[in-house]
Structures are given as C-alpha cells and as structure tokens.
C-alpha cells in the first residue's frame, strides 16, 4: 500500500483530502508545518508528498530541498502562484495542482507520479536501464537533417514553426529545441490551440484578474507570463480564430501582455515555437490566417518527416518504445519476432511515431511471453502485411492466416476459446478455419 504525506496548514481541508485519500487505498500521514513534515519523512518512507506552497516556519520549496528519491513532491497552488509552482519543478517537484481541485484530479496526479516512480524502478530492475530510458539513436537522413536544423535553430532566438502531419513528434522537436537553447532553465510551457474555446483563449494566453468574468474567483497567471525567459509551445497555431490571431500578433510584437479586467501591462521574454499539420500559407491566401502572425512565427521552419519517410529509423524507435513500456507496464518483454519485424516494415503506419508507440504499448500489455509475435498487433496492421506478402507472392491469404491458427493455439496450448480471442474471431469461426485448413489440433 502506498503512502501519501499531506502538508498542508488548513487543518479542515488536510482531514478533508486524507480521508478521501484513505477511501482509495492510500494509506495517509498528515503535518501542518514544515518541521513536522521533515519529522515523518525520517520516520517514515512517503511515497508521494503533497504541500501547500504556504506553509508555517518556511514555505513549500524549501520544504522540497529537504525531499529524497525516490519520494515524488506534488505542489499545491492557489491560481496566483503558477511561477512559484514552475519554480518547484526546476528544483526537482514531479507536478504542481491548482487550488481549488476535485478530489478526482489529485488523484490522477498521484497515480502519475507513483508510475513515474514504478518506471524507473522497472528499468533499473530488469536490466534494461537505468533511469529515464535514452533518446534512440536515429540514422535515417531525414532524421539527421533534423537534428542538424535543430542544433543550428536552439541557440538562437528565432521563432520555430514545426510543419508535419499528425503523430510525428512536433512537441517533442519543440522540446529538444528547448532543451538544447540559452533557455532550458526555463520553463517550457505547451498550449493546445485547438483544445482552447475562442471565449477563453485570452484568459489562457494572457491570464485575468478576479471578478473580470464570471468565474473568474481568482487571479490566473497567463501562458505567457508562466513561460517567462522560457519557451511557448503553440500546437495546432493554424486552429485560433481570426480575434485571437490579432491578440497574439499584438503580444509578439510588444513583448508585453494585459490580463483581461487588468489596465496594466507586464512584460514578457518569450521564446515562441509553433506546430501545424494545416497549410497555413493556403490558410493565409484563403483570408483565414493572418500573414503577419505567419511571418512572426515562421522566422525558422522545420519539416518534420512521417514514419514512413524514415524507415530506417524504425527499428530503433520500435525499441525505444518497447524500452519505455516495459517500464510503464512493469515488463519484461526483450524483443520482437522476425514475422513482427516484417509486418511493421510492411506497414504505412498512417498514425507515425504515435501510432508505432501505441502498438508497442498495447503489444508489451497483450503478451505472455518474452518476444511480440504477430498474435498481439491490431488487425490493420497485420492486414497491411498480408496485402504486401500476396504483391509479393511470398505468402498468399491463406497461408497466412493458417499460420497465425496454428501460432495461436500453441500459445494458448490449444485451448480455442483463448486461441479465438487471441485471434478477435468468435469460437464457431476458430473452427470452421480448422476444418477449412484441414489442421490437426
């Protein structure tokens, strides 16, 4: 059973959170202060820590310097303290919430920083490594352009805009630019401009002070002041109606922001880095963008390839992820077969990289072995290989789909029921390919 370490000086909300953690299988140690907090944690093993950022004696990050692994901090905030809480990451938090929170959310947040901790432990223990699993080395041409573009774009501070289908990595590219620039130490803050409702979007980039709309209780730090001296990551840009385009042009030309229902301005020192899957040029001959914001934000470009344009990289990403979800599901699988090799190779993976993580992770959860065989990946895919295999008349439908029978029943030691749903065919079906087949089972 896991353990949780509330800190939190509001006696009535500390009780409050720790039964509710309680009725959810958590066993729950309380402090009001941050001297009591020190106190259980050289006395017990904490799991996960919440505080409040306002404590008794000294505050929350201080209390955090007094932290150890593998014990994962949670910050807890009022919507004002967003750069306090940025600054608790910087030093090691693995998240922050805002107050007030449903008890729902905390929890997500807890589970995410107990698989955080499970993660690392997998690695470690299996032997497959340690800590964070390593970027894969990439050696397709496409992927080395890349690299070198980005090594070029990072130091400077050139607004970046990320071009490429859906499913390539463009925050990930954000991300590497990030880290390799003057502003890694700052804050990388990502928006999905296609998630935010028009209504709100100044609110989101901006932030607002209390009573400026309804619902507005409490001031809220914007994007741009939480990303301060740091990097704005705006994903699917080409998705902001044409009102908040205006607002955002304005903001990148004066460096300063207004929260709404303020009459002050604060400045800004932002590095922007924007994504699209859309032709924005397209976009701004329609009358739909505006090609000033495009050419404020697309001073660097950088084409991020599809899977299938880098195939040669696919090896190495298919093991990377195997890596990453040995860790997350807490496995052990060591590779794949030679016939799941052919299939991912004849496959046009339409999905990219996301769609290559995915079905490693759905196929690491789905087998009982050591090694991925064909039996655990989506139909689509195994679909894929077949028609290739019959274009090539290596291997006709038939054949196929006998083999797949006969793998199927070995692994489930001939019981049908479970070889069936291995296979996502009923029971009856099983048996009419057997007779059809003539197999011996």
């Not at 207004?258 to 040029?281: Q, Y």
């Not at 038939?398 to 296979?423: C, H």
Request: charge should be neutral; proline fraction near 3%.
């Amino acid at each position: 059973m896991y353990k949780v370490l509330i800190v939190e000086d509001d006696v009535s909300f500390a009780r409050l959170l720790s039964k509710f953690l309680e009725r959810n299988g958590f066993m729950v140690e309380t402090g009001h202060t941050g001297i009591q907090a020190e106190k259980i944690l050289k006395e017990h093993h904490i799991d996960v820590m919440l505080t409040d950022v306002r404590l008794p004696e000294y505050d929350g990050i201080t209390l955090l310097s007094k932290v150890s692994a593998p014990t994962q901090v949670i910050v807890m905030t009022g919507y004002a303290e967003v750069a306090i809480a940025v600054k608790a990451i910087k030093q090691g938090a693995f998240d922050y919430i805002e107050k007030p929170f449903m008890p729902e959310q905390i929890l997500t947040v807890i589970q995410a920083a107990l698989k955080s901790n499970s993660a690392i432990n997998v690695q470690t223990n299996s032997g497959l490594s340690t800590g964070k699993p390593q970027r894969p080395f990439l050696v397709s041409e496409a992927a080395l352009v890349l690299e070198e573009y980005i090594s070029l774009v990072a130091p400077t501070d050139m607004s970046v805009l990320l071009i490429g289908p859906s499913g390539t990595g463009k925050e990930v590219t954000a991300k590497r630019i990030h880290e390799t620039s003057r502003r890694k130490k700052g804050a990388f803050v990502a928006i999905d401009c296609g998630a935010i409702p028009k209504e709100l979007a100044s609110s989101e980039f901006f932030g607002h002070i209390k009573g400026s709309f309804t619902g507005a209780i409490n001031d809220h730090i914007g994007s741009f002041e939480a990303a301060h001296e740091g990097t704005l990551f705006l994903d699917e840009v080409g998705n902001l109606s044409y009102g908040n385009q205006i607002h955002l042009l304005r903001v990148l030309q004066e460096r300063k922001v207004k929260r709404v229902g303020s009459t002050s301005e604060i400045s800004v020192d932002v590095r922007i880095i924007s994504a699209t899957n859309e032709d924005l040029k397209s976009a701004v001959e329609k009358g739909t963008f505006r090609e000033d914001l495009y050419h404020r934000l697309n001073e660097f470009s950088l084409q991020i390839p599809s899977l299938v344009d880098r195939q040669d990289d696919l090896e190495a990403l298919a093991n990377y992820f195997l890596t990453v979800a040995n860790a997350d599901l807490k496995r052990n699988v060591v590779g794949f077969s030679d016939e799941v090799w052919e299939i991912f190779n004849a496959y046009g993976w339409p999905g990219n990289i996301r769609e290559l993580q995915n079905v490693v992770k759905r196929a690491v959860l789905l087998t009982q072995g050591d090694v991925i065989l064909p039996l655990v990946l989506p139909k689509e895919i195994k679909q894929a290989s077949k028609a290739k295999a019959d274009r090539n008349g290596t291997l006709s439908k038939a054949e196929f789909e006998k083999e797949q029978i006969l793998t199927a029943l070995k692994r489930t030691n001939y019981n049908k029921s479970k070889a069936a749903k291995l296979l996502q065919i009923t029971r009856k079906t099983l048996y009419n390919r057997i007779i059809q087949y003539d197999l011996e089972v």
